[in-house]
């Protein structure tokens, strides 16, 4: 049985921020922090007070984690980002909201002495005494206190008070891991009602010293049980006035809070191996609860809990099945052609889905490059006349305006030359395309082309397919880069439009080219010939991409099986240090890294021959180093044991946060099962002959901080986890369990009305009741749990 917390968090926009830069806008950007630890960066909108971003994230967290905090950031090139305001929201807030917290949030001042993070180690006892009783304190150390000072430390002391006295420990120089062992006692009152406040300060030697937070315990609770000792949280001081609210603009956020039960895989075997019995069966068994599920399942519920099937059955080994067996269901209630796979059905929905899992790499191999060379060239691209801005063109000595009709002719040509490289790379992409994908599409073409034969629907099946391909993947893909992965920041306005139009291309493509898609736009008639020659090349690609058999397939799916999956890939910088002792100087190395579920591997160049680094089995933790360890924010440690058994640490430099916490993300989750895995960690690095962060001099001392590995960001290509999958249908279809206690009725009363009998002495099998039956068992084990 294990816990699971995940947060759903989407960043949708903000609106009337402050201006910060001198031409009256800013360059927003959001940061998300989970008690205190940045750990998503959305992108920049640039010159805006009403920023859009439509950023999706699911984090998953331990269940102990406190609250999450969204930061408004105004990006400046040559000065320090300035922080416009923030929404805090706690973990009992968001647990008291079982739909979640939707809406708009006012921006709240941050507060440079309110911005306490970290935790104090304490051990208070209660001493008998001749005069009387004592409270001792002993205050032993503070871990990810916050850096107060331009060196990226703090210098900590602590403070404690109780009845009227106060008592203050020495300073750790430059730590925010500092470790005092220092005692303090006083004399307890009978009866008081004093607490105990335990502060913790930053000390500066010219200006006042800065706030890290504080502790107040309640001595009574102490003298109760003698004798208490913990890490406890350090909390704001409360006794500060709140500040206004209002001036500094909203931000409208969806944010979710789900914790999960996961039982053992044996309580959820009845309820995957009766879906898996439905799916197998298809359309010649009873066929009942697919189809239940989807008219039970509200829509806007339907994506999620399309992926969870899909996922359920991907890891069983049935993802095309299901997908077929939702296939035959639409066709079988689809009249008019032109209606097909339009609507927002569990069938559309699950290939959705389902094209993000098994499709995402292949899209970044054919999309990947054309986006690339947009975003480049910057290229002003416009086609409907009533839109075209002229523009000043020439060169040296000589500027005269651009006439509309050589913009359009420009921009035609740009498209044109876009969209052709665009359908070249995907006619070449046949062998490039996973097998299961090629497989799921060949059922999908037949299943159309039985349902609507004749030559007058002889592009139904190709549509069909297009219809997913082009329409629900590329084309979104498309319009937005940045939420597919494909770049890194959201495009500026200019090069949105040309991605806008390109995109309208390939659905004009993805449609054959159909009349009424061409009556829609009539300025889109310049790229009429790119198109319709488009379409005769999608039409070749989608019969090569649907002509593989079944030998083939099993052929290709047992040559990937034989590979480790990869996992992640990408550019880092490896530290390397030269000499020893105090005169020892350190550089990054540039490398293409690949992380599989074997090996963390590297190479010069991505089509370099591949060194192992790190066996997988080999990581016990993949951490985040403190930013004054290497001058940088953004560098990773992986510990690992080497070949002899011995400890080792490897430094890692990514280019900015979002891709620091994918890659610890990665590390974590395909390390998660190892044995050897760390419970603490040294967020600072041994130099000369002690620890950064905490100044211990040991280098095997053991970590000043707790390692997280339990903090992961979900991606498209996460390892398939049965359980939770299989806990989150359970939890759905609990939440619908009185619809389908009236659907059972409703087909009770139409089976009383006349139906053939299974056979003499026989019922009919009903797998709803085994539905019903398998909810009522998995609630008694909830119950249990």
């Known amino acids: 049985m294990a816990k699971h917390s995940s947060l759903s968090i989407r960043i949708v926009e903000g609106k009337n921020l402050p201006a910060k830069d001198i031409t009256g806008s800013s360059d927003p950007y959001c940061i998300v922090k989970v008690d205190s630890e940045p750990i998503i960066r959305t992108a920049t909108v640039w010159k805006t007070l009403c920023p859009f971003w439509g950023e999706e994230y699911q984090v998953h967290l331990p269940p102990t984690f406190h609250d999450v905090a969204f930061y408004v950031m105004d990006e400046d090139a040559l000065s320090r980002d ?3 305001g923030k929404v805090c929201l706690t973990r009992d807030t968001l647990a008291s909201l079982p739909k979640g917290f939707t809406g708009w949030a006012h921006l709240t001042e941050v507060d440079p002495d309110e911005e306490v993070q970290g935790e104090i180690h304490l051990r208070l006892e209660v001493l008998p005494g001749a005069r009387g009783c004592r409270l001792r304190c002993s205050v032993l150390e503070a871990r990810d206190l916050a850096p107060k000072d331009r060196n990226g430390a703090s210098d900590p002391f602590v403070r404690v008070r109780y009845n009227g006295q106060t008592r203050e420990s020495s300073v750790v120089k430059k730590s925010c891991y500092p470790r005092w062992n220092e005692t303090f006692e006083f004399e307890l009152e009978e009866g008081s009602t004093e607490v105990l406040c335990v502060e913790a300060w930053d000390w500066d030697l010219v200006s006042r010293n ?15 049980a003698e004798q208490e000792e913990g890490w406890f949280r350090l909390q704001p001081d409360q006794s500060k006035n709140q500040r206004a609210e209002g001036n500094l603009g909203s931000l409208q956020l969806e944010v979710r809070l789900r914790d999960e039960t996961v039982l053992p895989s044996s309580c959820y075997q009845p309820l995957v191996q009766l879906l898996c019995r439905e799916v197998k069966l298809g359309t010649q068994g009873p066929g009942q609860l697919i189809p239940v599920i989807e008219e039970t399942t509200s829509t806007e519920c339907r994506q999620e809990v399309a992926t969870n099937l899909l996922k359920l059955f991907l890891g069983q080994g049935l993802a095309k099945e299901f997908l077929d067996l939702l296939f035959q269901l639409e066709l079988g209630r689809t009249s008019e052609a032109n209606t097909l796979f339009r609507s927002n059905s569990l069938a559309s929905k699950s290939m959705e889905s389902f094209l993000k899992v098994a499709g995402m790499r292949y899209l970044h191999g054919v999309l990947g490059p054309i986006i690339d060379r947009v975003f480049e060239e910057k290229k002003y691209v416009e086609l409907d006349p009533s839109k075209v801005e002229v523009k000043d063109v020439g060169c040296s000595r000589l500027h005269r305006p651009q006439s509309e009709a050589e913009v359009l002719e420009q921009s035609a040509q ?34 159309v082309r039985e349902r609507f034969p004749g030559t007058q629907h002889e592009n139904v099946p190709f549509i069909a397919v297009t219809s997913f391909l082009c329409l629900r993947f590329f084309s979104p893909a498309i319009m937005s880069p940045k939420l597919f992965h494909l770049r890194d920041r959201h495009a500026d306005a200019r090069t949105s439009r040309t991605l806008l139009l390109l995109a ?3 659905q004009n493509v993805g449609n054959m080219d159909t009349p009424v898609a061409r009556a829609k736009e009539a300025w889109m008639e ?36 034989l590979q480790a999956p990869l996992v992640k890939e990408g550019p880092l910088f490896i530290h390397r240090t030269k000499g020893k002792g105090p005169l020892a100087s350190f550089s990054f190395k540039k490398l293409h890294f690949s992380l599989t579920t074997e090996a963390l591997s590297f190479a010069k160049t991505p089509s370099s021959k591949k060194s192992i680094f790190i066996k997988l089995a080999n990581v016990c933790a993949a951490e985040k180093v403190e930013e004054k360890s290497f001058g940088s924010s953004h560098v990773m440690q992986v510990i690992y044991t080497d070949d002899v058994g011995q400890l080792q640490t490897a430094y890692l430099q990514c280019k900015c946060v979002n891709e620091l916490n994918q890659w610890l993300s990665a590390l974590r989750k395909v390390s998660i099962n190892n044995t050897g895995l760390l419970g603490s960690y040294h967020p600072g690095v041994f130099r000369g002959d002690k620890w950064s962060c905490c100044h211990q001099k040991d280098r095997t001392d053991r970590g000043c901080d707790k390692t997280r590995s339990r903090v992961t960001l979900q991606e498209w290509n996460d390892p398939l986890d049965h359980d939770l999958e299989a806990q989150l249908i359970y939890r759905h279809l ?9 659907k059972h009725r409703e087909l009770s009363r139409t089976s009383e009305t006349g139906t053939v009998p299974a056979g003499p002495g026989k019922a009919p099998e009903d797998p709803l009741v085994a539905l019903l039956g398998v909810l009522q068992d998995l609630r008694v084990s909830h119950s249990f749990s």
């Open 210 to 224: 800065d706030f890290l937070g504080k502790v107040v315990v309640n001595v009574q609770r102490v003298r109760a």
């Open 82 to 84: 300035d922080v416009i």
């Open 526 to 561: 310049p790229l009429q010939p790119t198109v319709r020659q488009g379409v005769a090349q999608l039409k070749d690609f989608i019969t090569k991409l649907v002509d593989i058999g079944e030998k083939e397939e099993l052929d290709l799916q047992r040559t990937l099986s």
């Open 504 to 506: 309208k291309a390939v």
């Open 734 to 742: 609990l939440s619908v369990e009185a619809m389908l206690w009236e």
């Open 414 to 447: 740009t498209l044109r030359a876009h969209l052709g490289a665009l359908l070249s790379a995907l006619c070449r992409s046949v062998r490039a395309c996973p097998a299961v994908l090629r497989a799921t599409f060949r059922q999908l073409f037949q299943r």
